[in-house]
């Protein structure tokens, strides 16, 4: 009899992004799961995905114009530029251009494959919805305002060629990933832990965020749900203020928050930057992953914290 905890199917997995924040803890998840897992990497040079051999860059295939995905069940696409940094022009158009550019050479190629994955997971990003204030969101909001909703919405337009070819296509809207492995929270730790924390602007911004493991998590059953589909949001059922946030994180380390950021100090260090993503928020609900029973082992930020920090 199958177990609660074993897979439904042993599948063949392409990722890309498997050495990023999210394909590190991925990767040996699923393949802890008795799935077989193909690592996709990109060319600095060229841009072009490649499937990684087991021996060296020699025995790598590169999926344009070779197919290469021939044969897996299911893709998960998670690679793009990292959004944080002052937006200087080039920056942003990196950041737009290796979502979109990225997204649709990974739709187009299993598209045209004679033997096609059942379905296609596609990163998003909370940043969809713009800047929603207090006010709830959930995967039936239209987009919000600023670059990186249209960065996400021409992002998520970029799976069409995999939808169309009749892929299913689930686009997970992200929220801050907490791992003390990278990304924010491992940026906030040091100044935390030195007791120089503290809220930025007026803190009432809303952080929507999921722990790193509940979204690896999200991600198998996007692939064996086929239920899911569409719009996904990939986030813990309570999200927190900036506030809370701050409050939280310097209680468990017991280090003052004191160090308040001001809004014009935030945009004099990271312009654009932190308008879009320090000072504004979005109050996001995973009402899809709830309505699929799908269970978080970490749905209060203090216990995911916690089991960050120890």
């Known amino acids: 009899m199958e177990t609660e905890q074993a897979p439904r199917d042993v599948l063949r997995i392409a990722v890309t992004g498997s050495s990023g924040l999210v394909g590190r803890r991925l990767t040996p998840y699923l393949e802890s799961r008795g799935h077989r897992v193909v690592r996709v990497v990109r060319e600095k040079v060229t841009g072009t995905f490649c499937l990684k051999g087991p021996l060296d860059a020699s025995h790598k295939r590169c999926l344009s114009p070779f197919p290469g995905l021939e044969g897996v069940d299911a893709v998960v696409h998670l690679a793009g530029e990292n959004i944080f940094g002052r937006w200087t022009a080039s920056k942003k158009e990196r950041i737009l251009q290796s979502r979109r550019q990225g997204t649709e050479l990974i739709s187009r190629t299993i598209a045209r494959l004679d033997h096609r994955p059942h379905v296609l997971v596609s990163a998003s990003a909370v940043g969809y919805y713009g800047d929603s204030g207090e006010r709830p969101v959930d995967e039936s909001d239209g987009p919000g305002k600023g670059f990186l909703a249209e960065v996400c919405q021409a992002w998520e337009e970029a799976t069409r060629p995999a939808a169309e070819a009749d892929i299913r296509t689930v686009r997970l809207r992200i929220g801050l990933v907490l791992s003390a492995d990278g990304g924010a929270l491992k940026m906030m730790l040091t100044p935390f832990r030195l007791g120089l924390g503290g809220r930025i602007g007026s803190g009432g911004q809303y952080m929507s965020w999921i722990h790193v493991d509940d979204l690896v998590r999200a991600i198998e059953q996007a692939i064996l749900d086929d239920a ?9 059922p309570n999200p927190v203020t900036n506030r809370q946030f701050t409050k939280t994180l310097g209680g ?11 809004s014009f100090a935030a945009k004099l260090a ?13 109050r996001v609900e995973p009402k899809k992953l709830q309505e699929r029973g799908f269970q978080f082992e970490y749905p209060e930020l203090e216990d995911a914290l916690r089991r960050e920090i120890g």
């Not at 589909?229 to 813990?236: E, F, I, R, Y």
């Not at 468990?252 to 001001?262: G, H």
Request: without cysteine; aromatic residues 6%; hydrophobic residues 50%.
């Open 270 to 282: 990271f312009g654009e930057m932190a308008e879009e993503t320090l000072l504004s928020g979005q």
């Open 228 to 236: 899911l589909t569409g719009p996904v949001n990939a986030v813990a």
């Open 252 to 262: 468990l380390l017991r280090r003052p928050t004191v160090f308040a950021v001001p």
